[in-house]
C-alpha cells in the first residue's frame, strides 16, 4: 500500500468511525426519555390512575355492573386522592416533549381557568367520596355525584384536550 493509500484509508477509517458514532448517540437519543418525557409519561400515569378508579363507579352509576359492598367507597376515596396528584402533574417542563400528548397549550398559558376547572375536579371527587362513605347512599344521590365527576371531566377536556 502507498503512503497516499494508506492515508486515505485511515480517513475513510475515521469516517466511518465518526458516522458510527454519530448513530449511534441518535439513536439512544431517540430512545432515552428526557426529562419532558418523563413528565408527560408520569401525567398520562396519574389519569390512567383516574380513569381506571372514575370507570367502575361510572359504569355502576350507569347500572352496567354492580359493585360489590364497600367498592364505591374504596374507588371513590383513591378517585379523590389521586385527584389531588392531578395538580402537580402539569409542570412548565411537561408543555411539550417527544411524547405525544392532548394537552393543548392553554393550560399553561391560561393557568387561572385551568386550576378552577382542577378545584371542581377536586371538590367534585370528594363530594363523591363523601357520599359513599357509609355504604347506604341513595342511588340518586350517588348518581348526580358520579355525574358531577363525569362533567368536571368533560369541562376540563372541553377546553383543554386535544380531540
Ligand atoms: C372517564 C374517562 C374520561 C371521563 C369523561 C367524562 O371515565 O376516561 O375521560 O370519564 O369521559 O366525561
Excluded at 10 to 37: E, H, K, M, R, Y
Amino acid at each position: 500500500m502507498t503512503h497516499s493509500k494508506a492515508r486515505r484509508a485511515a480517513g475513510a477509517a475515521l469516517v466511518t468511525l465518526f458516522i458510527g458514532t454519530w448513530g449511534t448517540a441518535q439513536i439512544a437519543q431517540a430512545q432515552s426519555p428526557t426529562p419532558a418525557d418523563k413528565a408527560i409519561e408520569y401525567r398520562q400515569a396519574v389519569f390512567k390512575v383516574v380513569a381506571g378508579n372514575f370507570g367502575p363507579l361510572a359504569q355502576s352509576a350507569q347500572g352496567k355492573i354492580e359493585l360489590p359492598a364497600g367498592a364505591a367507597r374504596k374507588y371513590a376515596e383513591r378517585l379523590a386522592a389521586i385527584s389531588e396528584f392531578t395538580r402537580d402533574a402539569f409542570p412548565e417542563i411537561s408543555r411539550e416533549g417527544g411524547v405525544k400528548t392532548k394537552a393543548k397549550p392553554e393550560i399553561w398559558s391560561d393557568r387561572a381557568e385551568f386550576g378552577k376547572l382542577l378545584d371542581d375536579f377536586n371538590n367534585a371527587t370528594r363530594a363523591l367520596a363523601n357520599v359513599t362513605v357509609n355504604g347506604s347512599a341513595k342511588p340518586e344521590d350517588f348518581k348526580a355525584a358520579v355525574g358531577n365527576v363525569g362533567n368536571a371531566c368533560k369541562g376540563c377536556h372541553d377546553k383543554f384536550r386535544e380531540k
